[in-house]
């Protein structure tokens, strides 16, 4: 399975993004699909997550300005982003729970990661 992420870029304070990362491969199911950042210096932190029924959850930091989707028919999960405040700034990673065809279990893979900074 291999994730590609896209849409990250250079962005004022106040601005909007939205993040895609696609899956490709064998796929068979996905259960959970999550976004992460890591700003420099910093520890990656859990963003936003959404599971195989649409629930969602996120960080304090961007409850209210961030928005997590998929579209299961396309193995997608997007992130929405507004309001966005120089703090915001990172390496935005995805990742998802894949089910690969023939597999009786779910393992656990990783997009490459874009970079999103945001300028006072």
């Known amino acids: 399975v291999q994730l590609q992420a896209s849409g990250g870029g250079l962005v004022q304070a106040g601005g909007s993004l939205r993040l895609s990362c696609a899956a490709s491969g064998s796929i068979f199911r996905i259960n959970a699909m999550r976004w992460y950042r890591q700003a420099p210096g910093s520890q990656r932190e859990l963003v936003a997550s959404i599971d195989s029924g649409g629930s969602t959850s996120y960080a304090d930091s961007v409850k209210g300005r961030f928005t997590i989707s998929r579209d299961n028919a396309k193995s997608t999960v997007y992130l929405q982003m507004n309001s966005l405040k120089p703090e915001d700034t990172a390496v935005y990673y995805c990742?998802?729970?894949?089910?690969?065809?023939?597999?009786?279990?779910?393992?656990?893979?990783w997009g490459q990661g874009t970079l999103v900074t945001v300028s006072s």
């Open positions: 990742n998802g729970d894949f089910q690969v065809l023939g597999r009786g279990r779910y393992d656990r893979y």
